[in-house]
């Protein structure tokens, strides 16, 4: 099966019971963002600058479990901001596992070695020196780490451990220059392959979630895609960049750019996806095959963005995941309140001039296994594509030229370096700022690849710009 059997039955079954009770609106996916708060500042991502206001806050853990509850979705993806940075997130996982839900973890993987090392040192027996040699021959872990780890681990708290009910989903927009030049900080992408290798050791499941953008390569695409089929990876989300109220707001204010030299409208879309039904062949794509010939601009859907619901600190977030029009206290005032015959595209044409150019998996995925905008045919290939055969891993992938940034001195910040580190630069005291700051920046600290602070970038580049260095 291109899907395991038991997620596929409990999504399926949630659906009949609905169809069968006549339900005209019901939650597929909770989308749950416990704060806002995330350690990078990726562009064309708006969601700490829409609530800059309360980036300092979160939901309680009683609140997340009880929004769960409250709209029933078989699934529940825990985003944010970065969600392994909530205090409680051991907690918020084995609640909703408790709850026998599906649980993705959607995380740009600067945390998730730390959280695994947790893990075994929860578990520590000397049955698990084999894994820990293997690890550290990889570089996985440190010496430091593999001490740690055999000391156990005794505070009490759950850890996040492996488990067919939950999914790490990892942020990764391409290879490593374009990747790390997305999230606006070198070395993400390496740490998170490596978090990625560490958890298939370890026997978890992990899927990539991917954006699209205007300037985007289809076919670095194609290529990361092997390149992580090489490392069995479970799975694939991909979706096109849309220009949303607030990443076109940070777009312009933040980083002094157009929005439409970044975002896709709808006839690129087109053209970028062109290719997804064959990748959805080759690799194992999350989504419904239904939406993908919708992406490739076969049919038409219809928007059925109340099937995956946002809940975060201010409420159910309405109409959708990108856009605000409010914010609801109960999933079910959202579902009666909302005028949802006012948002989507019906037939070519946009109810909302917001919603012409969306084309994204939290609107339209849904719409595709509900069986909106039928076609003769498309139960079929909704069953053949989840019940299939799994695609066979991708061996050549390990061929890919997949570090072709910072790991080999040519990374976004290459040219800034390269002059801070020249002799006039130095003689301007230049040099040693920049040194300072690079010692201090390591991989394996809580945070990673730090805060997301883009000042050291911004200070080389105005530095080149002006010619003082």
Same mark, same amino acid.
């Given at each position: ?12 079954? +949630? ?17 749950? !963002?416990?704060? +806002? ?56 996982? %084995? ?8 649980? *993705? ?13 947790? *893990? ?16 550290? %021959? ?8 593999? !001490? ?28 490593? *220059? ?25 026997? #978890? ?7 699209? #953008? ?5 076919? !670095? ?20 960049? #849309? ?38 062949? =080759? ?34 977030? %309405?109409?959708? #995941? ?75 992938? =390990? ?16 040219? %800034? ?53």
């Amino acid at each position: 099966m291109r899907f395991p059997l038991g997620l596929t039955a409990k999504i399926a079954r +949630h659906i009949i019971k609905h169809k069968l009770r006549k339900t005209p609106k019901f939650a597929l996916v909770l989308q749950l !963002e416990p704060l +806002h708060t995330c350690n990078l500042t990726c562009t064309g991502c708006g969601r700490i600058r829409e609530y800059s206001t309360s980036l300092k806050d979160m939901m309680s853990l009683e609140d997340c479990l009880g929004s769960a509850d409250e709209c029933d979705a078989p699934m529940v993806s825990i985003c944010g901001g970065e969600p392994l940075i909530y205090p409680k997130i051991e907690e918020l996982i %084995a609640g909703i596992l408790e709850q026998g839900r599906i649980v *993705y973890v959607c995380t740009n993987g600067m945390f998730m070695r730390k959280k695994m090392r947790d *893990y075994m040192a929860s578990i520590y027996s000397p049955e698990l020196e084999a894994k820990l040699s293997k690890l550290l %021959a990889e570089k996985l872990i440190s010496e430091k780490d593999a !001490e740690g780890i055999r000391k156990g681990k005794s505070d009490g708290r759950p850890v996040i451990g492996p488990t067919k009910w939950m999914y790490w989903n990892v942020h990764v927009d391409g290879l490593e *220059y374009t990747h790390d030049l997305i999230v606006e900080r070198e070395g993400v992408f390496k740490e998170c392959v490596e978090a990625i290798k560490m958890a298939k050791i370890l026997g #978890y499941q992990v899927a990539t979630n991917t954006t699209v #953008y205007k300037e985007t390569d289809v076919k !670095e695409i194609e290529q990361m895609f092997e390149f992580f089929s090489s490392m069995e990876v479970d799975g694939h989300t991909i979706s096109p960049g #849309y220009e949303y109220d607030a990443a076109k707001k940070d777009m312009v204010s933040r980083l002094n750019k157009q929005p439409e030299d970044f975002f896709l409208t709808r006839k690129m879309t087109r053209q970028k996806f062109a290719k997804i039904q064959e990748w959805g062949e =080759r690799f194992t794509i999350f989504g419904t095959p239904v939406y993908q010939e919708f992406l490739a601009g076969k049919r038409e859907l219809t928007c059925t963005a109340w099937a995956i619901p946002t809940r975060n600190v201010k409420g159910w977030k %309405a109409p959708c #995941y990108l856009m605000t029009d409010g914010h609801y206290p109960k999933y079910a005032e959202m579902l009666e309140k909302v005028d949802w015959e006012k948002y989507g595209v019906v037939d070519g044409v946009a109810r909302d001039s917001r919603c012409e150019n969306c084309m994204v998996h939290c609107g339209y995925d849904p719409s595709g296994a509900l069986g909106t905008n039928y076609q003769r045919g498309d139960n079929w290939k909704n069953f053949r594509y989840n019940f299939g055969a799994k695609p066979k891993p991708y061996l050549k992938g =390990r061929e890919v030229f997949a570090f072709n940034g910072t790991s080999i001195g040519k990374g976004h910040l290459a040219e %800034a370096k390269a002059a801070i580190n020249s002799p006039r630069a130095a003689m301007n005291g230049a040099q040693s700022v920049f040194s300072r700051k690079e010692e201090s920046h390591t991989h394996e600290t809580s945070g990673g690849c730090g805060s997301g602070d883009t000042t050291q970038r911004d200070e080389l580049l105005s530095k080149i710009a002006k010619k003082d260095v």
